[in-house]
């Protein structure tokens, strides 16, 4: 399996950015994606996440009503659809797949197995 994620860059606080992650090497019908991230000197945290069939999706509190998760069939791409950003939401972005999650572990890190490499989003003031 092999994610790239991009779309990361510099954004004034309030804007907006769609992060992508391109999936391939798997059929993904059965795999939940997710979104993680990790700000400088702070530990990795969970973003968002969807089971790839059926669509049913996972937030992060600290997301919620901003950030919106999809995914494109046709193109095996998951979209992070980020609205209102604030300072704090500066980090590397990171998505991650795995074949066997439950839901109820979708925001569990060590729950993927496979990383993409990540991208940067800075929010300014």
């Known amino acids: 399996v092999q994610l790239q994620a991009f779309g990361g860059g510099l954004v004034q606080a309030g804007g907006s950015l769609r992060l992508s992650c391109a999936a391939s090497g798997r059929t993904f019908s059965r795999y939940v994606m997710g979104w993680f991230r990790q700000a400088p000197d702070k530990e990795r945290e969970f973003v968002a996440a969807i089971k790839w069939s059926g669509g049913s999706t996972r937030y992060a509190d600290s997301v919620k009503g901003r950030f919106t998760i999809s995914r494109d069939n046709a193109k095996n791409t998951v979209y992070l659809q980020m609205n209102s950003l604030k300072p704090e939401d500066t980090a590397l972005y990171y998505c991650?797949?795995?074949?066997?999650?439950?839901?109820?572990?979708?925001?569990?890190?060590?729950?993927?197995?496979?990383w993409g490499q990540g991208t940067e989003v800075t929010v300014s003031s």
């Open positions: 991650a797949a795995d074949g066997s999650i439950i839901m109820s572990s979708m925001a569990v890190e060590n729950q993927y197995d496979y």
